[in-house]
């Protein structure tokens, strides 16, 4: 009989956008993970407060979604921190954690709305 055990499936949920605060400071471990054209292209996009300058703070969400940098795509993640396929949901969850945190807080509505999200599932591998 196959080990079941439970996993966490990693959820972006709206209206959040926590990942789009791009503050070099506050975001050290991001910063260091891209090469040298990926940083320009990061640092080119840190606007005067902090934010993404493709961030709209009214609607909370991407203007230029579908062309956005492959470093703000979840799916590149593993490529760029090497981290292991089955190893992704739970990288990606604390990556968001940390992301709320640091811009919301840590009793934050949004990060107990995150954490919801998260859905487990049942995985028999
Ligand atoms: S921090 Fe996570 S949940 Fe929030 S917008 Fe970014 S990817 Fe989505
Ligand atoms: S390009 Fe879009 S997804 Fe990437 S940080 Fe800016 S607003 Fe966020």
Not at 56 to 67: K, L, T
Request: net charge neutral; proline share 5%; glycine share 8%.
């Amino acid at each position: 009989m196959a080990m079941t055990h439970d996993v966490q499936q990693w959820q972006c949920i709206k209206h959040c956008g926590a990942c789009c605060r791009l503050a070099p400071d506050e975001r050290p471990e991001a910063l260091a993970a891209l090469n040298d054209s990926q940083q320009q292209t990061y640092l080119a996009m840190v606007g005067d407060d902090g934010w993404c300058i493709h961030y709209d703070s009214g609607g909370q969400r991407c203007r230029i979604y579908n062309e956005r940098p492959a470093f703000c795509r979840v799916s590149e993640l593993g490529a760029l921190f090497g981290v292991p396929a089955e190893n992704l949901d739970d990288f990606a969850i604390s990556c968001c954690q940390q992301q709320i945190r640091s811009t919301y807080g840590g009793r934050s509505p949004v990060l107990r709305r995150f954490n919801r999200a998260q859905q487990p599932v049942n995985c028999a591998n």
